[in-house]
């Protein structure tokens, strides 16, 4: 099998938790869209591994190991990811992460200037992509 | 101790005194007064010493060189002959006088450490001016008696005539100052030396180029200091200060200053006869303005101001004849009676409670207040209005006999025109002295009217100075004989001529001045006036200064009151109230220098404000719009900045991926 | 968008051996990867909250079967368990606890959509292209032994890999007690939950996490 099968799988998984993450407002889908990054990354690593293990350059399957560790480290994440977005919620009464705008230039309506200031830097982007 | 030692510590005690004092007044107040009086005191005593070693006959001269100054060298150098001797003697004998009067005159005062420190300090200057033999360290004395006179007539802060008067008087003689700094230095590149044997020796062998403008640049800052035409309108609003100073540097020393630099350096001047002219001129408007409008003055120092201001005429006049021998005999009885006539008006101030004369003509029996007072202020009038035997008497006699000397053409290099400038504003100002005199003795003595304030006896140590000083202003005059041994060797005896001429010119004034007074005081029962201090049991500095404070708002001026029974209204007439006012001259400066002073700061303001600013506001504004740009990019909102940073790391990836690729 | 790039793919593939092992697994893989694309897309784009938790089940499952396909078994149920057993159900939890909104929320994208997109569009260019540049050549043998058996897997990670295991565990531990820090309400300073803990005040201040936040449990 050609490894670019798994490879253009992954990097499309992982623009797609990019785009997750950017775009959601609710902190729990950027969670999940995080886990869709992990995920793409995982599938490289396996990938990647049995390619050079059929190769037998590598005979410490360190591909599958990270995977492992990756995994776990993953589902602490989520639990610690949780426990601030709970904590967020409690306080906030919100998990809405544009709207958790502390750090902002004060003076401006937090509301009022997001989509305003959000297309400036939309232009910024394109400008600059 | 070789004289020349003992010559180094007479201007070093009071600085090591000032010094202390400075130093020790918060710690150990007991410690002030003993260092305020001691080194004046051994001053004098070392002063005497060395005159007496002295003796009038070839002058000390002393030098060591400190560092290498460049092409003109400057020197400590010590230059001491007969005038520099006596009027050292005189300068620690008033500064001693006056450490014991204010001992006693600022009793109570929380500010006496650093006052007696000052006038420590302003003694050792003076000292040290008039033994310096070099201009430069002369000049570091000099200024340091300007600063010392600032700081001594602003003691009474608190009041705003003080604060007006320390200003004025420092921007006035600084005013003077500058030319004097630039005429030294042209003096110096002239002759080649700082040193003042050097300078006079060039003098007189014809080596200065410009001698004409170095001695107008040098007579400016005299001018300043020594209070002549036309700068000498600080020295009667320096009467702010309290009496003891005005005494000692207003009217014995530090005024006596400029005098004694050109009697120093007359050679210089005489080898310019404009210079000389313009002296005469300055001194003859000086003495009969300043005598006019002494006549008016309300206020008792004033009077006492304006009248030295042209006694320090006379001194002037005296130079510009060419005879510094008569200069300096004037400059020395001179110094004597008008620090008694200043510390007698300290103790009529305070037992009056009033510095108003028309105040005091309306109080019975302030003589018999001030027995010791009443008595010193008589003799030292009689001084002042020259009437013989007083020392007043021969030392102005002196001058106009050296003015009668030059008018008739028997002094050589100097024009006759300044002898007779001199000579007839000398008999004038003789006639107005008198008169001026005779008004502050009657108006302050022979008042009728309620009682006078009884406050008790003055203390001993203002009085007991009195007297001390009462001495060489009855004694001093009969030293014309000796004295030219120690000056020039020019006699100094009256001439007959000019001793009736200014004899007979005074007893007129006095005697009209009677009859006018005669004739108003009857008018002053019936116009009420006065106002007392509102602390009369406060020590005498406390006095003064309230009643300095409220002289303004009582009498309708600093230095006039409106008075009806004032003999001088009836005498001058309609000049009365020019003459109060100084001859408006201090309006006329404003206008010609004040306002448009006022008016480039206006422009340079606009110009800094309005035309400079707006360029340093547009630079500030620019980078102030981008911030505000940038600003707006601070949403806060976590994705926005994770959108960009990750645009560009993939925009930093593909162009890292081209460049290793080479496409 | 996928098909293009698969378009691409085929064709750099094409080079030197052909798109198709003899095997057949390319087939199986390629329709796995479709669903779990979708699957993945659908679970960023949709508005109902739910539906993406379990549209992401869908996802994770995909991935599971392709580990599969790669001959990593043990990998492949630790992603079951782990992602689709104890994750997903975390995530559920989660959007239970701060009321997220069941049904259509028509507010599920921030405003910072546009430009997510570009970013998320013009990383997948660049990754894609990257990735297809670089490995368009390398075919991954899957006929020799299998790679990622639980024997072999258990081995590499027992001998070579103990010491980071072991060290993970610790980490396990930090995050297990900084999830319960972060989870059980403070003090009384905050005033919105303080009602809610004033049942308990001497168990909150006295036996440390143990009776901590009730929604603890669930979540762990």
Redesign the interface.
């Known amino acids: 099998m050609h490894l670019a099968y798994p490879a253009v799988l992954s990097a499309l998984l992982f623009a797609t938790g990019l785009y997750g993450v950017l775009a959601r407002r609710n902190a729990i889908l950027v969670l999940m869209s995080v886990e869709l990054m992990l995920n793409a990354v995982n599938l490289n690593l396996v990938a990647f591994d049995v390619w050079l293990d059929g190769i037998a350059r590598d005979t410490l399957h360190s591909g599958q190991a990270l995977t492992l560790f990756t995994i776990a480290v993953a589902a602490a994440e989520i639990g610690i990811g949780l426990a601030i977005v709970l904590a967020v919620y409690r306080n906030r009464g919100t998990s809405d992460i544009d709207r958790l705008r502390d750090t902002a230039e004060s003076g401006d309506d937090p509301d009022d200037a997001g989509p305003g200031t959000a297309a400036a830097a939309a232009e910024k982007a394109e400008a600059t992509a | 101790m070789t004289t020349t030692t003992l010559a180094v510590l007479v201007p070093l005690l009071p600085f090591l005194g000032a010094l202390a004092g400075l130093l020790l007044g918060r710690a150990a107040p007991g410690f002030v007064r003993p260092l305020a009086v001691l080194p004046p005191l051994a001053s004098l005593v070392l002063a005497v010493l060395v005159a007496v070693r002295q003796g009038g006959g070839r002058a000390v001269d002393a030098a060591t060189e400190l560092t290498p100054t460049g092409s003109v060298p400057i020197e400590l150098a010590l230059h001491i002959d007969g005038f520099a001797a006596l009027v050292a003697v005189l300068v620690a004998l008033v500064a001693s006088c006056v450490q014991i009067y204010s001992t006693g005159y600022l009793r109570e005062d929380p500010r006496y450490p650093s006052y007696a420190a000052l006038v420590s300090l302003f003694t050792s200057a003076m000292l040290l001016v008039v033994y310096t033999g070099d201009l430069m360290v002369l000049l570091v004395g000099w200024e340091a008696m300007g600063i010392c006179s600032y700081f001594l007539v602003g003691h009474y802060w608190e009041t705003p005539e003080a604060r007006a008067a320390s200003l004025k008087a420092f921007l006035v003689t600084k005013l003077g100052d500058v030319p004097f700094l630039i005429g030294l230095l042209a003096l110096a590149a002239d002759a080649g030396s700082f040193r003042i044997t050097t300078v006079v020796a060039g003098a007189a062998n014809g080596g200065l180029d410009h001698p004409t403008l170095i001695a107008l640049l040098l007579l400016a800052g005299v001018a300043g200091k020594s209070a002549q035409f036309p700068l000498h309108t600080w020295l009667p609003d320096a009467m702010a200060g309290p009496t003891p100073v005005s005494a000692l540097i207003h009217a014995a020393t530090m005024v006596a200053a400029g005098v004694y630099f050109v009697a120093r350096l007359l050679p210089v001047f005489a080898a310019s006869a404009a210079a000389l002219v313009v002296l005469a001129a300055m001194a003859a408007v000086t003495m009969a303005g300043s005598a006019l409008a002494a006549l008016a003055q309300d206020d008792i120092k004033r009077v006492l101001a304006y009248s030295t201001i042209g006694q320090l005429g006379y001194m002037t006049g005296a130079l510009a004849v060419g005879d510094r021998g008569a200069a300096v005999f004037h400059l020395l009885s001179h110094g004597a009676f008008k620090a008694l006539l200043f510390l007698a008006a300290g103790v009529i101030i305070h037992a009056a409670g009033t510095n108003s004369l028309a105040a005091m003509s309306r109080m019975r029996n302030l003589r018999d207040r001030v027995p010791d007072a009443y008595w010193t202020m008589t003799v030292a009038l009689l001084a002042l209005a020259a009437i013989p035997p007083f020392s007043g008497f021969f030392s102005k006699e002196a001058v106009l006999g050296a003015a009668e000397h030059t008018a008739t053409g028997h002094t050589e290099g100097v024009p006759g025109a300044a002898g007779w400038i001199v000579l007839v504003a000398g008999l004038v100002t003789a006639l107005l002295t008198a008169a001026y005199a005779t008004r502050l003795w009657l108006l302050a003595f022979r008042g009728r009217g309620a009682d006078a304030p009884d406050h008790g006896r003055q203390p001993v140590a203002m009085n007991a100075v009195l007297w001390v000083l009462t001495v060489p202003s009855i004694v001093f005059g009969l030293g014309y004989g000796l004295l030219p041994g120690w000056f020039d060797g020019r006699s100094l005896t009256p001439t007959f001529a000019t001793s009736v001429l200014g004899t007979g010119a005074a007893l007129v004034g006095g005697i009209v001045t009677y009859g006018a007074w005669r004739h108003t005081t009857a008018l002053a029962a019936r116009v009420p006036l006065g106002a007392v201090a509102a602390h009369p049991e406060g020590d005498a500095g406390k006095v003064e200064a309230e009643a300095i404070a409220s002289h303004a708002p009582a009498y309708g001026g600093v230095a006039s009151a409106d008075d009806p029974a004032d003999p001088g209204r009836l005498l001058l007439g309609p000049l009365h109230r020019h003459a109060a006012a100084g001859f408006r001259l201090d309006a006329l400066y404003a206008v010609l220098f004040v306002r448009p002073v006022l008016a480039a700061a206006d422009v340079v303001r606009f110009l800094d404000r309005e035309v400079v600013d707006t360029y340093v506001r547009a630079a500030g504004a620019v980078p102030r719009l981008l911030g505000t740009a940038v600003?707006?990019?601070?949403?806060?909102?976590?994705?926005?900045y994770?959108?960009?940073l990750?645009?560009?790391t993939?925009?930093l990836?593909?162009a890292a991926?081209l460049a290793a690729t080479g496409a | 968008m996928s098909t293009a790039l698969a378009v691409t793919t085929a064709a750099a593939a094409a080079e030197t051996r052909g798109f198709l092992s003899p095997t057949g697994v390319e087939i199986a893989f390629l329709l796995v990867g479709v669903v779990t694309f979708g699957a993945a897309v659908v679970t960023v784009t949709t508005r109902q909250l739910v539906h993406a938790a379990l549209w992401l089940v869908v996802a994770l499952g995909g991935l599971a079967v392709e580990y599969l396909l790669l001959t990593a078994e043990f990998i492949a149920w630790v992603q079951v368990l782990i992602y689709v057993g104890s994750v997903v159900v975390l995530l559920l939890f989660g959007l239970m606890l701060t009321k997220a909104p069941i049904g259509r929320s028509p507010d599920a994208d921030s405003g910072n959509r546009p430009v997510a997109l570009a970013v998320a569009v013009a990383a997948a260019a660049a990754l894609v292209w990257v990735v297809v540049d670089a490995f368009r050549t390398t075919w991954i043998d899957l006929s020799g032994p299998a790679a990622g058996t639980t024997a072999v897997t258990g081995a590499s990670l027992f001998q070579s890999w103990v010491l980071p295991f072991e060290a993970l565990s610790v980490l396990l531990l930090a995050a297990l007690v900084g999830a319960i820090v972060l989870s059980r309400r403070t003090g009384g300073t905050d005033g919105s939950d303080g009602d809610r803990r004033s049942t308990a005040p001497a168990a909150r201040t006295g036996s440390g996490p143990d009776p901590a936040a009730p929604d603890k449990e669930g979540a762990r």
């Open positions: 600003r707006r990019a601070q949403t806060g909102n976590v994705q926005t994770v959108s960009v990750l645009a560009g993939v925009v990836a593909v991926l």
